[in-house]
């Protein structure tokens, strides 16, 4: 699904309200899964991995979120909390966990949008 993200939190603080209408989305790939490093494939709920990707590739756009949680969908987006890694401006080696959250708003073309016509759906019916 190709998104635009806006992250909510600067190193674990969150940003003022006046100041996330200034902040750059991000646009890719969004993806949750459970495939995480470490995973044991027993756990029937296991946390999830939010990651945006470059759409050409397998690149991340922004560091994941790790212990990654749907908090809130409504029709303007979607708002995902998580667990951050920074890497240390000094060193690759060091890094530090930061509370962080995306705003994530599907992006559509008009051509797409169009193409969702509710009158052209038909209702489905479940057997009993």
Known sequence: MLVDVVEMYKRGQRLERGSLASVPAHRGVLSLTPDR???????RNPPLLAGLCRPEGMSWVLPPLDKARVVRINPRGILIKGWQELQSTRSSRNSEWFDQAWWVRVVASAASAAALELEDVQPVHLAN
């Not at 490093?37 to 756990?43: H, I, T, W």
């Open 37 to 43: 490093p470490g995973r044991d494939p027993r756990d």
